[in-house]
């Protein structure tokens, strides 16, 4: 059995639902994520959590998968700050609503002072309601985007055992291993990591405070990353039990820590 934490089910169709199932994915953790295309109105943003909260969540029970989901408003949004601000002041009626586990993602994107700005303030109030925080590295700069969101959780105080830090490659993951998070790693077909350089940077670093996802969503990307990454960590000699507590166990005790979160 295995937990996709970060995985944008919005974008995908009925037919990975089943493939998933199929491979033996049970639960799904959806963090909210920015659409590809500019918003004109926060409302959108905020139907977009109902959507997930709501319709999503149902979708998934069809196939006997277990859906969460995490909202936030994005980094690439934050940039608009009419919008960023009328979200975030109702963002709090959304966080205790059933099925949000987790505030996400935020981070930075670019690495703008507005950016700096909503996710400060969305790590407070995480820090505040004890949620769980899924934080995004930018894809540019990532090494400088690690350094500057730690000073940030440093900053607001925020508890490092309810952080994950995402998209970690093999030049990021000691460092944000150094910092007492959760790393995660986005197992990716093409670009970011591929299941075999995932699988060596677990023989490396281990595999106690580390995540594997997917973050499949509209661009060529893989719903079946973390069952793949099995395959491959089987192939790569890691006994039934590790593989088990990396690909399940890990993401199950880490969610745990929410309080809107049924372990299995
Ligand atoms: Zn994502």
Partial sequence: MFIDPHVHMYSRTTDDYEKMILSGIKTVIEP??????????????????????????????????????????????????QLANESLDVMANYLSKEGVVA????????ITKEEEKVFARQLVMAEELKMPVIIHTPHINKVEGIKKTFDIIKNCNATKSRIIIDHNTEETIELSLSY?????????????????????MLKKYGTDRILINSSADWGVSDPLSVP????????????KNEIEQLLFHNPNNFFKQSKNYVPL
């Fill in 103 to 110: 505030v996400g993602e935020i981070g930075f994107d670019m």
């Fill in 180 to 200: 007492d998070v959760i790393a995660g790693i986005t197992v990716y077909p093409y670009t970011k990591v591929s299941s075999i350089r995932a699988v060596n």
């Fill in 228 to 239: 793949k990454t099995a395959i491959q960590m089987e192939k790569d000699g890691f006994s």
């Fill in 32 to 81: 909210s994520f920015w659409l590809g295309q500019a918003r004109t109105s926060s409302k959108t943003l905020i139907d977009y959590w109902e959507y997930l909260i709501n319709f999503e969540r149902a979708r998934a029970r069809e196939f006997g998968i277990n859906h969460y989901c995490a909202i936030s408003v994005n980094p690439k949004e934050a940039n608009n700050s």
